[in-house]
């Protein structure tokens, strides 16, 4: 019988697990990454491993063989595999919501799954449901079956959304770029910010335009205005274009049927999903309908597909060989033991050029998190600031603070051996700028060899001082590197499921709720009072004298 989940408390410094891993860093420090790859060659042998089509190095962390057997000591003791057990088995683990956690369930193989109940609902076949009529529309679309009011075939899908509504299908169309219909052209619309719409409704044509609303409550201010404005924008700029004539060209996905319809959404052309599904973990849901559309059901099969696989080695690799749980303690270690504040995240493949932006809100709004699931306040540090960009592009901006700046940031290298383009040359030029940047940050630079490399060029004695301490790396640096070996829909499928586990491993660890987000809530209430403040009659404000004189500033320009 299913063992239900033990609820969530908070990591305490005073666990056996976590101060035997304190007192093994204190030992560790002694040893410097160039020294443990000098002293053992099979290093990237033990620190490697490869799942669901990918390949994950972690060998250049200041790990040994005891740190990972304490590291997954400590997991063990936080029952990671019980609370693992629990997600994938339904349970409601989100527990602050009094909802089950279930973005595994929607990309579980058609044939193969039993019914899963949750509130007296088999998800499974809901989830079916609504993959079928994906299947139909996202194949109208594309085959030019469904068209525009007056027959003119759709050209261009906008997707209104923000957050999981938003940063999951914009990066995976980036991402699947190669895959797209060569006739559709996908934008993305989120910010409030007038200007991300107006970009968008001015490169379109409305006769061609479909716009898809994605968000799970339909209530979220900046996209239930950019939609709105979507539809007034449409009623007036289609030639000859009546109220029924939306129906062709807007859509919705949402979870909540009664707000879709009053937006005047026809039910035949809302795309459910369920409570269940967190705004973040939603790409895998009717939320991917914009990549579905982009690059073909089949291909988004292929996704859920690849995901599908990592969700498999996560369920069933031992602690020691899984792959997001060895990613997560490698954080944990960095993060709470060897006191990094960030994590950068750096694609080697252009196309993942949104990548870092989308596990911000996967990790930062998962686990940025100050208390436990029981309340009780965390004495230690949780997530890390996330954040990245592509190389080689980094290397030209921050990568010289990584180098050599007084903060220790690891970083994610990610990479794909083969290119998905043709061109000649290139795809090396990439690979090796990504292998040098890990070792540099490994081995560094010493006193002794950046001395005997100026002595070598002929330098003066006086000069080489004077430079001496500016062109030192101090090394020891910490890295992984993930390679796949192409970005392909289930390559990223498996990437992402990676990061989620990751994710979910982490916040078991430290206690909290992964799948909660009041933190957002506070900001939400006072913008929706303060806009009253600047366009409506509320002037009675009583903010603190910062908040009121810049509400007065601005209202007095909005009115001239
Ligand atoms: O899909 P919705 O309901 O519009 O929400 C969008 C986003 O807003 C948040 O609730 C945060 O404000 C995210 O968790 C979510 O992804």
Redesign the pocket.
Known sequence: MQRAAPNLTALQSTSAAFQALQKHHATTTKHTLRDLFATDDGRFGEFSLEAAGLFLDYAKNTITTETMALLCRLARERNVEIQRDAMFAGEKINTTEHRAVLHTALRAPLKSTNPLIVDGQNVHADIHEVLQQMHAFTDAVRSEKWRGYNGKAITDIVNI?????DLGPKMVCQALRPFEHARLTMHFVSNVDGHDLDAVLSQTNPETTLFVI????FT?ME?MMNAQTARSWFLQNAKGAKESDLAQHFVAVSTNTQAVKAFGIHPENMFPFWDWVG??YSVWSSIGLAVALAVGFEQFSEFLAGAHAMDEHFRQAPLEKNMPVILALIGIWQRNFCGSSSLSIAPYHQDLLNFASYLQQLEM?SNGKQVALDGELLQIKTCPVIWGNVGTNGQHAYFQLLHQGTDITPVDFIAALHPSHTLPDHHAALLANCFAQSEAFMRGKTADEVRAEMQAKGLAETEIEALLPHRIFPGNRPSNTILMDKLTPASLGALIALYEHKTFVQGVIWGVNSFD?WG?ELGKVLATQIRDELVGDNTNAHHDSSTNGLIARARAALQK
Do not use: D, L, M
């Open positions: 959304g923000i957050g999981g509504s994605a968000s799970k409550t979220t996209t705004g973040r709004e987000q957002v």
